[in-house]
Structure formats: structure tokens, C-alpha cells
């Protein structure tokens, strides 16, 4: 079992900046891949961004790329995604992911609103 718990999100003008936080715990050392992603009020949840298990390995949506930077650090526990030059559309809850031993594991998210 991984539990997975978001923090950092909440309310921000356009063209502002957060940091959001994933902690994990239970079966840290299970954990490979990680990722983020967010759902918008009435949309598909939509991948933000991943990360290999040793962090040197990243990819990222079309929409956040050159805005957004995935990391993690591993003697924490702790995946990251620090978000910059936030637009309107970026609103929606941010979910921390994790597949171990072909199971998906989430966090319950975060919220992040940005207003123009």
C-alpha cells in the first residue's frame, strides 16, 4: 500500500507562481515513476507531468511545458511541481500518481485556482 498526499495548491493571480508538494508513505521503496495530474470543472483529467524513479527522466504536457518543472526528492519522500507564469485555464485539482505492482495509487488533490 502508498498513500500519496498533495499540498500547495490554492489561489493565485495570472502570471503568478506555486509550489505543490506530494508526500509519500507506506511502501516508499515500491515507488518507481511518479506523476501529476489535474482535472478541470466538466474535463478529463489530463497528465501534467512524470518523473523517473532516480528524477533524470521527466516529461511534460504540451500545455505546461516551459512553465511547469517536475522533481522529486527521495530521501523525503516527496515529489514536487513548481509551477510558474500560471494562466486561468491552469485551474483545475492537481492529483498526485503512482503505479506500483500494476496498481494506480492517488492522492485525494489539491486545489489550484488562478484568476485573471
Known amino acids: 500500500q502508498v498513500q500519496l498526499v498533495e499540498s500547495g495548491g490554492g489561489l493565485v493571480q495570472a502570471g503568478g507562481s506555486l509550489r505543490l508538494s506530494c508526500a509519500a508513505s507506506?511502501?516508499?521503496?515500491?515507488?518507481?515513476?511518479m506523476g501529476w495530474y489535474r482535472q478541470a470543472p466538466g474535463k478529463q483529467r489530463e497528465l501534467v507531468a512524470t518523473i523517473s524513479r532516480g528524477g533524470s527522466s521527466t516529461d511534460y504536457g504540451d500545455s505546461v511545458a516551459g512553465r511547469f518543472t517536475i522533481s522529486r526528492d527521495n530521501a523525503k519522500n516527496t515529489m514536487y511541481l513548481q509551477m510558474n507564469s500560471l494562466k486561468p485555464e491552469d485551474t483545475a485539482v492537481y492529483y498526485c500518481n503512482t503505479r506500483v505492482w500494476h496498481i494506480d495509487y492517488w492522492g485525494r488533490g489539491t486545489q489550484v485556482t488562478v484568476s485573471s
Open positions: 507506506g511502501r516508499v521503496d515500491s515507488i518507481n515513476a
